[in-house]
């Protein structure tokens, strides 16, 4: 294994401390391991929090600040946060008008904000609301799941609920939003490699040089079926087509898609398989109406690339083209 690290057991800490380190705008509660916008909590504003395993970054800390998140919980690598961290964050960031989690739909993750916002519940009259992100149309049930798993709708999500909470909507309204976007919105990943987690010191499976498997989850899980290489086009296919089977996106405003890199995927090849994902869009009659690409929800240093698309409307693409000032996504601003 080489990984610039000092000791595995401290990589989420050290990587904490160089990003307190890196962004000034940010706070970082090194005990609980929580990362605040730094003007949190914003008096009148719903409070957002998110949260999950490290080794997924800049999930979800990068998506921390004016526009986004007003705070992320840092777990071990792909391990839940605990409640307390999610406590210490919803505290954190009670401006007064209830607090938004947004969650991932593993198993770990549900159970521990579930927690936290009952102990939230039984010690203040802080609202909290949850909703829990299960886009994935790979397979119904994974390793570590009941129902979908959350995935590429979450960067998303976070983005367009984000928006609606700075304009000072109530939280009734900005969980609307994101339950919306939850609802009209499907990705598909593939791999190339494996990923390694530091404490393992070795690859979380085995992919022969000329395999590929398509409809991995973002922790290295099993996906639909593992196939020969093939070129980006028919990769493309074989992730847009399971979208459009499970969605309909006819129609309407088009679609925001997001084409996300799995942590050691090349830019250019990102931007080439964004080309042929509006190939495929294009052949079924399906318009861009605006699109990410990059890597924003990784898996270590996977290798592969997964494809998210949302059903877009007005307001959603108001909300998209609001200013945002975080650590890995800044427009308007």
């Known amino acids: 294994m080489k990984k610039l690290l000092n000791d595995p057991a401290d990589v989420v800490a050290d990587a904490l401390r160089g990003m307190a380190a890196a962004h000034p ?35 979800h800390a990068g998506f921390v600040g004016p526009g986004m998140l007003d705070a992320a919980c840092a777990g071990e690598v792909f391990t839940s946060p605990v409640p307390d961290q999610v406590v210490a964050a919803t505290r954190g960031v009670d401006g007064g008008a209830g607090v938004l989690h947004i969650v991932k739909n593993y198993t770990g993750d549900v159970m521990n904000f579930e927690m936290a916002a009952e102990l939230v519940a039984a010690e203040s009259d802080t609202e909290v609301a949850t909703v829990v992100t299960d ?16 995935v590429g709708v979450t960067v998303l999500l976070e983005k367009l609920a984000g928006a609606a909470a700075e304009e000072g909507r109530p939280l009734a309204e900005v969980a609307e939003v994101a339950r919306r976007v939850d609802a009209t919105g499907r990705s598909m990943g593939m791999a190339l490699t494996s990923c390694t987690v530091p404490a393992a010191g070795r690859p979380t499976f085995d992919l022969p040089e000329d395999e ?58 990102l931007y080439l398989m964004y080309a042929e994902v509006v190939a495929v869009l294009d052949k079924a009659g399906i318009g861009v109406a605006r699109n990410l690409v990059g890597s924003y ?6 290798a592969g690339c997964s494809v ?14 609001a200013p945002v000032r975080t650590p890995a996504l800044r427009w308007g601003a």
């Open 135 to 150: 886009d994935d149309v790979a397979v119904q049930d994974s390793t570590y799941t009941a129902g979908r798993r959350g």
């Open 25 to 59: 705008e940010l706070r970082v509660d090194h005990e609980n391991r929580v990362v605040f916008r730094r003007d949190a909590p914003v008096r009148g504003k719903v409070g957002l929090v998110s949260g999950g395993g490290s080794g997924h970054e800049p999930m």
């Open 212 to 269: 590929m498997e398509i409809g991995i989850g973002i922790h290295g899980e099993p996906g639909r079926r593992r196939v020969p290489l093939a070129p980006a086009r028919e990769v493309a296919e074989m992730l847009v087509e399971p979208i459009l089977a499970d969605l309909d996106l006819t129609g309407g405003d088009g679609v925001i898609a997001f084409v996300n890199g799995m942590g050691a995927t090349p830019l250019l090849e």
């Open 297 to 302: 929800m990784t898996s270590l240093d996977m």
């Open 308 to 321: 998210t698309l949302l059903r877009a409307d007005d307001e959603l693409l108001r909300l998209w083209d």
